[in-house]
């Protein structure tokens, strides 16, 4: 049996007055999503434990099978997994984002989806200035980077970027145990940032800058049973974002590299469905995970949020649809959102979203079903990680 796992990171929203009223999941031209809930079953899940920030480290274990509230230590130790860096015991990994502030306000908790070569550059440049023995800091995709602090401060309360989008940042700042090294560093990054020719070259093409680093999400080094030993499973995780990557080697579950896999609208769908389609042909289980929902939501365009949507539908759902139905093997496929993304809020909340699973192969049936936010009229049905579970069991079986 082929289990596969379909996630649109963030796409679920409230209704928006420019589409109608309608979230963007109502609104988008989805007929692929809309015939799997037909063929299956269609709940509203609670991905995100009580308690706990509707994150989407917390919400994607969910969507694996885990519960967050056993295993969680914090975001960036994931994604330190992911990126194959090696945590001493004594060592706390801080998610470190390049941030656009103007005048004192999160312009951009991007920096304007910056590349992630002029990224590179910066994080170097940061390394040969700020970092030393125990401090490091660590290139990744875009705007996403890491530091490992050796001894350094896990308990703080720090707050996500994207999460006081065109807020004042003073307020939100980094609060509790050694909030001061924490800001200095913060603070000590403008420096390194203000003149420096990345940031100079982006301002004369009317680009956001990286202003400075924004620290949040950290955590000591953080384990997970594998998938092996669960359910007696192989397979593999594609996304182009290190915090899937990390859950996945974290689970002892492969997460190559996709080029031109990017996180937003231009990414590399047609690389992401080939290593899917790829790790199928030799394993029993995938995951494909797709960033750009959340990341239009994070903008606060509903237009946007709705257009890739589309292309997650078109693009990812209906070729791997299409493969397991022309393989003509047993297949379990799962539709899935890991969270809210409110284009009004751009920021997460932990409301219950969609999950549809159904069985194949189905043959030929043009049947549509709702596959949104009002499934169950609104109620959720349990922790999406409770099911995973029973289906993943049963696959095993």
């Known amino acids: 049996m082929k289990v596969v796992v379909l996630v649109g990171d963030g796409?679920?929203?409230?209704?928006?007055?420019?589409?109608?009223?309608?979230?963007?999941?109502?609104?988008?031209?989805?007929?692929?999503?809309?015939k799997i809930a037909a063929a299956g079953e269609t709940r509203l899940v609670q991905t995100v434990p009580d308690g706990m920030p509707p994150g989407s480290d917390v919400a994607n274990m969910a969507l694996l099978g885990y519960d967050?509230?056993?295993?969680?230590?914090?975001?960036?130790?994931i994604e330190a997994a992911g990126a194959e860096i090696p945590m001493l015991p004594t060592d706390v990994a801080f998610?470190?984002?390049?941030?656009?502030?103007?005048?004192?306000v999160m312009d951009d908790y991007s920096a304007g989806h910056i590349t992630t070569e002029e990224g590179r550059v910066l994080v170097g440049s940061l390394q040969e200035k700020l970092g030393h023995e125990g401090l490091t800091f660590h290139p990744g995709v875009q705007y996403r980077h890491l530091l490992i602090w050796n001894g350094g401060p896990a308990t703080c309360e720090c707050i996500p970027p994207h999460e006081i989008s065109d807020k004042p940042v003073e307020g939100n700042l980094p609060a509790g145990d050694r909030q001061d090294e924490i800001r200095e560093l913060m603070e000590l990054s403008k420096a390194v940032f203000a003149?420096?020719?990345?940031?100079?070259?982006?301002?004369?093409?009317?680009?956001?800058?990286?202003?400075?680093?924004?620290l949040w999400g950290q955590g000591y080094?953080?384990?997970?049973?594998?998938?092996?030993?669960?359910?007696?499973?192989?397979g593999g995780v594609i996304s182009a974002v290190d915090l899937l990557k990390g859950i996945a080697k974290l689970a002892g579950l492969e997460a190559p590299d996709v080029v031109g896999a990017t996180g937003f609208l231009d990414t590399n769908y047609q690389g992401k469905v080939d290593a899917a389609l790829e790790i199928l042909e030799r394993e029993d289980f995938v995951f494909v995970h797709i960033e750009a929902p959340d990341e239009c939501g994070h903008m606060g365009d509903a237009q946007k949020k709705t257009q890739a949507i589309e292309e997650f539908d078109l693009r990812v759902v209906?070729?791997?649809?299409?493969?397991?139905?022309?393989a003509g093997e047993p297949y379990t496929l799962l539709l899935c959102t890991d969270h809210r993304t409110p284009v009004a809020l751009k920021g997460h909340t932990a409301e219950p979203v969609p999950m549809a699973v159904m069985t194949g192969p189905t043959g030929e049936t043009e049947a549509q079903a709702a596959f949104d936010e009002y499934v169950n009229e609104g109620n959720a049905q349990g922790m999406a990680c409770e099911w995973i579970q029973e289906?993943?069991?049963?696959?095993?079986?």
């Open 318 to 326: 209906a070729p791997v649809f299409q493969w397991l139905e022309d």
């Open 195 to 214: 003149d420096h020719p990345v940031n100079q070259k982006r301002i004369a093409e009317g680009k956001k800058p990286a202003t400075q680093i924004w």
């Open 95 to 104: 998610r470190c984002n390049l941030v656009t502030v103007v005048d004192g």
């Open 221 to 234: 080094a953080m384990q997970l049973e594998t998938y092996e030993s669960l359910y007696g499973l192989g």
């Open 11 to 34: 796409m679920g929203d409230d209704p928006v007055d420019t589409l109608g009223g309608k979230t963007p999941l109502q609104a988008a031209n989805i007929p692929m999503i809309r």
């Open 68 to 77: 967050a509230a056993k295993n969680y230590t914090g975001r960036a130790p």
């Open 391 to 397: 289906i993943l069991n049963a696959s095993s079986e």
